[in-house]
């Protein structure tokens, strides 16, 4: 089976401070994956979407980066975090073909930046 | 451009009352939706998934439709339970380039109260 696992689960960085956050898929390979912010109240946002190793496509422009240096890896981050950089991340990717396209997510980060 | 709104924002609502969730899109080529359910803190878990040939379908106490026509969908909820409580997000996929793309709503946030 599918799975996606994303650590840590809480994270609380001060302000300027570098951040990493990992993704890593089980159960298939060449996964399309895509990073989320949720922020407090708001629905998610899709940050960067990935077809591959080393592709990577930004959705919005912002303060953080991503990078996909496997297959099934697919890292998020910043050099510098901002306040604006809280919110619930979360790591999800279309599996499956045709009718039955399952979007599995991992179970999220709670990045709080202080 | 790919859109999925979701309609009402938030909702408050009676245990044991019934509910109605409203999703419309404009994804196209439409391969399928699904709902899913987000508790706080959690990553999305999916509830239904329709295709363009399915009409209704029911999960427990969740019923989904699909009108691929206008492009609508609803997510109604029989019997609320306390444990109802989370956001619901409606999910379109899209089919293209061998690859498929994921357009999400914005959620609408459910709370059931005794």
């Known amino acids: 089976s599918q799975t996606i696992h994303q650590w840590p689960a809480t994270l609380v960085q001060p302000v300027g401070s570098p951040l990493s956050l990992e993704c890593t898929v089980e159960?298939?390979?060449?996964?399309?994956l895509y990073w989320y912010r949720q922020a407090a109240g708001r629905g998610l946002q899709l940050l960067f979407y990935s077809v591959g190793i080393g592709q990577i496509s930004s959705e919005v422009p912002q303060n953080l980066s991503a990078s996909r240096p496997q297959d099934r890896q697919f890292i998020l981050s910043s050099k510098k975090l901002l306040l604006s950089d809280s919110g619930f991340y979360l790591c999800?990717?279309?599996?499956?073909?045709?009718?039955?396209?399952?979007?599995?997510f991992g179970q999220g980060t709670r990045l709080t930046v202080v | 451009k790919n859109q999925v709104e979701q309609s009402p924002q938030s909702l408050i609502i009676l245990e044991g009352k019934n509910c109605t969730l409203q999703?419309?899109?404009?994804?196209?080529?439409?391969?399928?939706l699904r709902w899913y359910k987000q508790d706080t803190g959690r990553g999305p878990v999916s509830l239904t998934i329709?295709?363009?040939?399915?009409n209704t379908k029911s999960n427990g106490r969740y019923t989904a439709t699909l009108d691929a026509d206008t492009k609508q969908s609803s997510l109604h909820i029989t019997a609320s339970q306390l444990s109802d409580s989370a956001s619901y997000i409606c999910?379109?996929?899209?089919?293209?380039?061998?690859?498929?793309?994921?357009?999400f709503g914005k959620g609408t946030k459910l709370s059931v109260i005794p």
């Open positions: 999910v379109v996929s899209r089919s293209g380039a061998g690859s498929y793309q994921l357009t």
């Open positions: 329709m295709t363009f040939s399915e």
């Open positions: 999800a990717s279309p599996l499956g073909q045709g009718p039955n396209t399952e979007a599995f």
């Open positions: 159960g298939t390979s060449n996964p399309n």
């Open positions: 999703c419309n899109y404009t994804v196209s080529p439409f391969s399928n």
